[in-house]
């Protein structure tokens, strides 16, 4: 029988942790938060469930490459979750399953289903259903240095994936999830602009296959489309031709603000960085000139 060790990277997440540990202790042989300093009752409620709590003032990043170092890591497996996830019976079935068949074996990662809960309502249609690499053995992965959308990266070996989904389940609501995706937004600005002048390569080796696809199509297709006419497409491509209509009213909200609004909001950072890329190089042209006479 394998060993699993399940981490949760928090920060104020009173209102998700608890279903989060529950959904998972039965397979965990460890549950470790990587807590960013909360100032909520993350930590006291994490510990009354059982888990181990460790708290850091780092980010995501470096709390991952704690594992294995300053926080040992004796388990065959370990399985990453955020507070916002939860695992289902029949996922934590499958997952115990494959981890047992394949802890001698050179499969050293597990990737895992996700499924979008929104406003209630569980989303089967419009790419709703996420692929990540969130299952791997110590020491064969790490995580990847990205501004957003990082992945956990396999040193070597071979991934298998799941069939039954994880449930993503954010307890905080839409007022939280709008001010996530306007940070988020900016990070993507941020993160299109280094790559694009250059200072920023588009990592893809040890990626998933499907993590690997959706990279590729993001920067060297969506990214190539104009602005004001992408965002709109990629709602098009996730409502109409993924089906994204029979998930409902509901579902054409989901779609409209994560498909269409976010997109949009992303390409509205990436025009100001633009023009402040553009209007610091005229200034520092300008303060030449001057310096010059």
């Known amino acids: 029988m394998s060993t699993i060790t399940v981490v949760i990277p928090t920060y104020n997440e009173e209102k998700n942790i608890a279903e989060c540990i529950i959904s998972c202790r039965d397979i ?17 409620i994490a510990e009354s ?3 181990e709590v460790f708290q850091t003032e780092r980010s995501y990043k470096e709390r991952m490459a704690m594992l294995g170092g300053e926080i040992p890591i004796d388990t065959d497996w370990i399985l990453y979750m955020d507070a916002d996830e939860r695992l289902t019976p029949e996922s934590a079935k499958e997952l115990k399953v494959l981890c047992d068949e394949h802890a001698d074996a050179d499969v050293n990662g597990i990737v895992c289903r996700y499924r979008q809960r929104f406003l209630g309502k569980d989303l089967n249609y419009g790419d709703s259903v996420g692929r990540k690499l969130r299952v791997f053995k110590p020491g064969r ?4 240095d990205m501004e957003l959308d990082e992945h956990i990266v396999l040193r070597s070996g071979r991934c298998v994936y799941m069939k039954n989904p994880f449930i993503h389940l954010d307890y905080k609501g839409l007022e939280h999830w709008i001010a996530k995706h306007n940070g988020y937004s900016k990070r993507h600005a941020k993160e299109y602009m280094d790559i694009n002048l250059g200072r920023k390569e588009i990592k893809l080796e040890g990626l998933a296959g499907v993590t690997k696809l ?17 965002a709109w497409m990629y709602f098009v491509y996730r409502y109409y031709l993924r089906l994204g209509f029979l998930d409902g009213r509901i579902g054409k909200m989901y779609i409209f603000f994560k498909a269409y609004w976010y997109r949009y909001l992303t390409d509205a950072y990436i025009l100001e960085l633009q023009n402040r ?3 610091g190089f005229e200034k520092s042209k300008a303060r030449q000139e001057i310096l010059q006479h």
């Open 214 to 230: 959706r990279r590729i199509l993001k920067f060297k297709l969506y990214y190539r489309l104009p602005i004001g006419l992408r």
């Open 28 to 44: 965990a042989d460890r549950i470790l938060l990587l807590d960013n300093m909360s100032t909520d009752q993350t930590k006291e």
């Open 141 to 144: 992965a790490y995580m990847e």
């Open 277 to 279: 890329e553009e209007g």
């Open 49 to 51: 469930l059982g888990a």
